[in-house]
């Protein structure tokens, strides 16, 4: 597609219940990065999944959050037993391995746990 | 990475230069300067990168010193659709970076 393309837009969900939350890159990028933005803060680095290699997982903030990536494209990142602390705006970006641009963010999903 | 520090807001009339400032001291020989902003609801939106020399596109300018030790975003002429947070950040050209973008700067355009 022409851009990164994130789904859904906005979750609302109970506490204690999971999300899933889906990243479509752009075609061809091949480095997809997922990011969480609480309200007022920066963006705290989550995961970065790049060709077969390795996902960097360091930035998960616990067992509870889980990112696959299928295929090489498509990202789903869940998230189990969801509590109040994780709402924020779940970001996705994609680059191309060697890109000097830098990232293409999707515009987020907005997570509201109640 | 080498980190970057920005001041966490600044205001600018509307029709007037906005000048961005970001310190990147420990910044490597191989690294670029990227900016980016965050316009309300949205995701952060490329603007613009340099290495070493002064860049131009149709969004803004950037210079970087030349110990490349600082750079400065231009906007040369800001309008309110300017207002948004611009996020500094350093990282090498090709291969994987974990990259951590920090609170950036807040700049609020006025009418």
């Known amino acids: 597609g022409a851009g990164v393309s994130q789904s859904p837009s906005n979750k609302v969900t109970e506490k204690g219940k999971d999300v899933e939350l889906r990243c479509d890159p752009i075609?061809?990028?091949?480095?997809l990065y997922w990011y969480r933005q609480s309200l007022g803060q920066g963006l705290e680095f989550l995961i970065y999944?790049?060709?077969?290699?390795?996902?960097?997982k360091s930035g998960l903030p616990s067992d509870r959050f889980s990112a696959e990536r299928t295929g090489g494209s498509v990202s789903t990142l869940t998230i189990q037993r969801t509590q109040q602390e994780d709402s924020a705006v779940y970001l996705c970006?994609?680059?191309?391995?060697?890109?000097?641009?830098?990232?293409?963010f999707g515009s987020g999903t907005r997570l509201t746990v109640v | 990475d080498a980190k970057t520090t920005q001041p966490p807001s600044m205001d600018c009339a509307e029709g007037r230069a906005a000048n961005l400032p970001c310190n990147h001291s420990?910044?490597?020989?191989?690294?670029?300067v990227y900016w980016y902003r965050q316009i309300h609801s949205q995701g952060p939106q490329y603007i613009i990168h340099?290495?070493?020399n002064n860049e131009t596109n149709e969004m803004a300018s950037l210079i970087i010193t030349e110990d490349r030790k600082s750079s400065t975003l231009i906007l040369p002429h800001a309008t309110l659709r300017d207002t948004a947070v611009y996020y500094c950040?350093?990282?090498?050209?090709?291969?994987?970076?974990?990259?951590?973008f920090g609170t950036g700067t807040k700049l609020q355009v006025i009418p």
């Open positions: 420990t910044i490597s020989g191989n690294e670029y």
């Open positions: 950040i350093v990282r090498a050209s090709g291969g994987y970076q974990k990259v951590t």
């Open positions: 340099g290495l070493k």
């Open positions: 999944f790049q060709g077969n290699s390795a996902p960097d």
């Open positions: 970006a994609s680059s191309l391995e060697a890109g000097v641009r830098g990232y293409t």
């Open positions: 075609s061809g990028h091949t480095a």
